[in-house]
């Protein structure tokens, strides 16, 4: 079992839609999670950070944790073209100092 | 404000060379230090991390080490590259425990 796992896609969704991408993590001790975008031949940046179980809310993006579940996702509002890019989530783990990232989701917004 | 370096952005090597690959911060101290691989169209596979001076821990193993000889300096070694050590090299930097990490612009290594 992969430490951090999320569906590569791609997810295909017209401009001004939602998309929703999501990640599931085995480490059950796991204390912080985040949301980082790449775009092609880019090195990754960190989009949101969320700690604690529920929503967390930035601009057009929300990330819901769910600790129970081992489940972490990512919803874009009005999506946009530019948001077009891979999307990995990155889970530390218990100790706090390993940050493992998942295979990341590719995503296509079309105009 | 905390920068990260990265050198250099591109290298082609061939089979059988040596390796080595630099990486520094500044603005800040003691920060966790990463070196992850990203194989084309893949995620990002931790190799190597730090929590402090010649401290590291490796997550793969392989031909390759981690060294770090000063607090804001991580670097990354082998001494025989091989076909699949080629991909897209990433350091990165966080503050502390559990916090989120911070990359530089990455080396892309192209073994022939």
């Known amino acids: 079992q992969k430490e951090v796992e999320q569906n590569s896609g791609p997810l295909s969704v017209p401009e001004g839609a939602i998309a929703s991408l999501n990640c599931t993590y085995s480490?059950?001790?796991?204390?912080?999670f985040f949301w980082y975008r790449q775009y092609s031949g880019k090195s990754p940046e960190l989009i949101m950070f969320?700690?604690?179980?529920g929503d967390k809310e930035d601009g057009r993006f929300t990330a819901q944790l769910n600790k129970a579940s081992q489940y972490v996702s990512l919803l874009i509002r009005d999506s946009q073209p530019s948001d077009s890019a891979t999307y990995l989530c990155a889970v530390n783990g218990a100790a706090g100092n390993k940050l493992t990232f998942g295979g990341g989701t590719r995503v296509l917004v079309k105009p | 404000s905390q920068t990260i370096h990265q050198w250099p952005a591109t290298l082609v090597q061939p089979v059988g060379s040596p390796l080595s690959l630099e990486c520094t911060v500044e603005g800040t101290s003691n920060p966790n230090l990463y070196w992850y691989r990203q194989a084309a169209g893949r995620g990002l596979q931790l190799l190597f991390y730090?929590?402090?001076?010649?401290?590291i821990s490796s997550e793969v193993p392989q031909n390759l080490s981690a060294s770090r000889p000063q607090d804001r300096q991580f670097i990354l070694s082998s001494k025989k590259l091989l076909l699949s050590d080629s991909g897209f090299y990433l350091c990165?930097?966080?503050?502390?425990?559990?916090?989120?990490?911070?990359f530089g612009q990455g080396t892309r290594l192209t073994v022939v």
């Open positions: 730090s929590v402090g001076i010649g401290q």
């Open positions: 969320i700690y604690s179980n």
């Open positions: 480490d059950r001790g796991s204390q912080s």
């Open positions: 990165a930097w966080s503050p502390g425990q559990g916090s989120e990490a911070f």
